[in-house]
């Protein structure tokens, strides 16, 4: 994810918990058009609650919503599909992953 992803995510969560005057809605300008890269589209995704609670996990180990952790794998997923990682890096990976956390 760019950091405009990120900045859009902030945003977001921001306006979530804020409300804003009617004249700030009234003042307001408009932005900066976005681009189609960062838009982001909402879709709906069924899945077996075995599924779903080991996601709520992975996500809640790295601090993480379980729709951001999903974003993460499939943005990963579809990055390259002409060139698959290695079942051996992935490995490699998760080791220095859970050695770090461990630390």
């Known amino acids: 994810m760019t950091d405009n992803g990120a900045e859009l995510e902030a945003i977001a969560e921001y306006y979530e918990t804020h ?3 009617e004249d700030e809605v ?21 899945l077996p609650k075995p599924v779903m609670d080991e996601v ?10 379980p729709t951001a952790i999903m974003r993460e794998w499939i943005e990963a997923a579809v990055a390259d599909l002409d060139e ?3 079942l051996s890096v992935i490995t490699a990976a998760v ?3 859970q050695h770090r956390k461990a630390s």
């Not at 009234?26 to 995704?45: N, W």
């Open 19 to 21: 409300e804003l005057t």
């Open 56 to 65: 709520r996990r992975r996500a809640r180990e790295r601090g993480l919503k």
């Open 26 to 46: 009234m003042s307001a300008e408009p932005g900066e058009r976005a681009t189609a890269d960062s838009v982001m589209i909402t879709t709906s995704l069924r």
């Open 84 to 86: 698959p990682v290695p």
């Open 95 to 97: 080791a220095e992953y």
